[in-house]
């Protein structure tokens, strides 16, 4: 790996970057338990009283708030934007 370019990442390359996953959320199934931002370690998530806002800039899709969400009420998918 000598012969790489200094400063060239994967990402900078679309056809070679995967691409980018984030969390949603299913309103109808959200319990607002706050269980999915006490285990975010992006801050991604946050539980304003009855609505959970999950911030797609700091999210990185690892997943981790799915496991643990009780309701079922989140979904890793891609990112369309």
């Known amino acids: 790996m000598q012969n790489r370019k ?3 990442k994967i990402s900078d390359h679309p056809h070679l970057a995967m691409p980018k996953k984030v969390v949603t959320v299913n309103r109808f199934k ?3 338990c706050g269980a999915c ?3 975010c370690k992006f801050n991604a998530n ?3 009283e009855t609505f959970l806002q999950i911030y ?3 999210c ?3 997943g981790i708030c799915v496991k643990v969400c009780p309701m079922g009420a989140l979904e890793v998918i891609k990112c369309t934007t």
Request: charged share 30%.
């Open 6 to 8: 200094k400063g060239l």
């Open 30 to 32: 959200c319990a607002y």
């Open 37 to 39: 931002v006490s285990v």
């Open 46 to 48: 946050e539980l304003i």
């Open 56 to 58: 797609e800039d700091k």
């Open 60 to 62: 990185t899709g690892c």
